[in-house]
């Protein structure tokens, strides 16, 4: 049952991330609009918005990778904690020191510190092997295959 709950968590937290980032990529203006920030066209203030674009999109494909193949669930679970908690601790800080954003920007706070959240419970649970050797991979053994 946990290997399910934690295909899910990585397919959902990693397409997600993957819709972000292109969006981000590909319309920012657009993207950064339905959370009411105004960007004008400022070629290099669009640049510095699409430069974190390729880590999204990177992280988005390990974590998908991770709920296919188990053997790299471990990474891609670590993985969507740090940039999840990250962004999600970075708009707290920046509340702090620079004011309240809107309501869909705190929400936006919010889901990614429950992601994080999630995906730090569902890797502080998986089994630790100190071979490299996958939780299926282990059980496979003790059964004799």
Excluded: C, K, Q, W
């Excluded at 980032?21 to 950064?32: H, K, R, V, Y």
């Excluded at 809107?102 to 990614?112: N, Y």
């Amino acid at each position: 049952m946990s290997r399910l709950v934690t295909r899910a968590a990585l397919g959902g937290s990693g397409a997600l991330l993957g819709l972000i980032g292109g969006a981000l990529l590909i319309a920012p203006g657009s993207f950064l609009e339905t959370n009411h920030v105004a960007v004008e066209h400022d070629p290099d203030l669009i640049s510095e918005l699409t430069a974190p674009t390729g880590f999204l999109l990177i992280s988005s494909a390990l974590m998908i990778r991770g709920a296919v193949r188990p053997r790299f669930a471990d990474l891609a679970l670590s993985t969507g904690a740090i940039v999840y908690g990250s962004y999600g601790l970075s708009r707290l800080v920046g509340m702090a020191l620079h004011g309240v954003p809107s309501t869909s920007l705190i929400a936006a706070m919010g889901i990614e510190l429950a992601l994080a959240g999630l995906l730090i419970s569902l890797r502080l649970t998986r089994p630790f092997d100190s071979s490299g050797l996958s939780p299926i991979s282990i059980e496979a053994r003790s059964h004799g295959l």
